[in-house]
């Protein structure tokens, strides 16, 4: 019993109890429908589970083929170490987005017609496949991992021979459906806010993908780093930190010139919501995050790393939830807020990919390669604690 206590942390409370009510709001959504759980109507049918569990959920697993982008296509090898931890969270954040899709879909059970009842017009066909093929190839870049864990060394050695044009076409197929999710809100510019709606979209959505996935790898790196005692890979994610915020300027000045373009400008000096909303996106997701990393000393420094990481998420996560939710609220006259059902629910998605991400890596070789470069690290600690472990063997 005194063990048993002794096992019971504060988080590990609080992750129990968030799990606990999303199951049984998962309950109340397959017995009473969305009708019974949710704030959606038929005015304003998406809500919290699309913007932010599919949106934002896509492209926050973006690390992974932002890194193998860099280590596969421009052959940067010394980034490596980072590739298993991003395939990781990527691949765990695509099975939370087919899980929450599940949800928000109202015959859930109808989810595979997409496999055989083709609509080669339709955008979510698209990103239907896109998804399906893209989670598809993840596992098979993730499952070096399980085959080495159980040793099954000639499976291996097949799948290391096809790992570089998986990787490619992994590639190929997040940039596809990164860029359209932003095309399924071409169809809509009528009843978008101008400050948000472009019919470079599909441009900005990825270009915002690449620059969060990046800050993903930093965010993943310093928080894994903590939790599990290892060495965090400074120089490397300091470097990472600099192409981010290159991405970041492209971006928001694509944004700026395409509203020059378009005439949309004068929409910035409108009081409002919609206008305080998209300056807050602006400043937390782009300003500050390039500011900090434009100083080669915050740069170096992790924690200061980790602020402009998390901020360039934060920023992410309100520019999609911008576009689902804030965009669209005008023009249906139909003030949205997610019911407590609804966040019950993305609180519990969230909660088992970070318990599912931990129970791998305690238990799956995810930081193989960090231990095969103790030259990398900079944590001396780490250093020290890895050296004495190769003079044992």
């Not at 044009?165 to 997040?174: A, D, Q, V």
């Not at 409002?272 to 995050?289: A, D, Q, S, V």
């Not at 434009?294 to 360039?312: E, F, I, P, Q």
Request: with cysteine; hydrophobic share 55%; net charge positive.
């Amino acid at each position: 019993m005194k063990t048993l206590t002794s096992k019971i942390t504060f988080w590990g409370t609080v992750a129990a109890v968030i799990v606990a009510a999303g199951l049984y709001s998962t309950f109340l959504r397959f017995t009473q429908g969305l009708g019974g759980v949710t704030n959606l109507n038929d005015a304003f049918p998406w809500g919290l589970w699309i913007g932010f569990d599919i949106l934002c959920g896509v492209g926050l697993a973006a690390g992974g083929f932002t890194i193998c982008a860099v280590t596969h296509i421009f052959n940067i090898e010394k980034f490596k170490p980072l590739t298993r931890p991003a395939i990781l969270t990527a691949f765990l954040g695509y099975v939370m987005v087919i899980f929450a899709l599940m949800y928000d879909l109202g015959r859930p059970w109808a989810i595979w017609h997409a496999i055989i009842m083709w609509n080669t017009h339709s955008v979510m066909f698209e990103v239907a496949w896109c998804v399906m093929l893209y989670t598809s190839v993840l596992f098979l870049e993730f499952s070096p991992i399980l085959l080495e864990r159980f040793r099954m060394k000639k499976t291996l050695r097949v799948i290391r021979m096809a790992l570089i044009p998986i990787m490619i076409l992994g590639i190929l197929l997040s940039t596809l459906h990164q860029s359209s999710l932003g095309s399924l809100y071409l169809i809509v510019p009528n009843k978008m806010h101008p400050l948000w709606w472009s019919m470079f979209l599909p441009v900005f959505f990825f270009l915002s993908a690449v620059s969060v996935g990046f800050a993903m790898v930093i965010f993943e790196s310093y928080l894994s780093a903590k939790a599990f005692n290892h060495g965090l890979k400074l120089p490397l994610l300091s470097q990472i930190a600099g192409v981010m915020s290159v991405v970041l300027i492209v971006n928001l000045a694509a944004k700026f010139i395409d509203m020059a373009y378009s005439g949309d400008l004068p929409y910035l000096l409108v009081k409002g919501p919609e206008t305080y909303l998209f300056y807050l996106e602006m400043l937390i997701g782009t300003l500050i995050p390039v500011a900090i990393l434009s100083v080669k000393k915050y740069r170096s420094d992790n924690k200061w790393l980790y602020v402009a990481a998390v901020m360039t998420v934060g920023g992410f996560v309100l520019n999609r939830m911008n576009v689902s939710v804030t965009s669209l609220e005008a023009s249906s006259s139909v003030a949205y807020f997610p019911g407590i059902y609804e966040i019950s629910i993305t609180l519990m998605l969230v909660v088992l990919g970070m318990l599912a991400f931990r129970f791998i890596v305690q238990h799956f070789p995810v930081f193989e390669a960090h231990k095969e470069l103790p030259e990398i690290i900079v944590d001396a600690k780490a250093f020290h604690e890895t050296e004495l472990s190769m003079q044992h063997k």
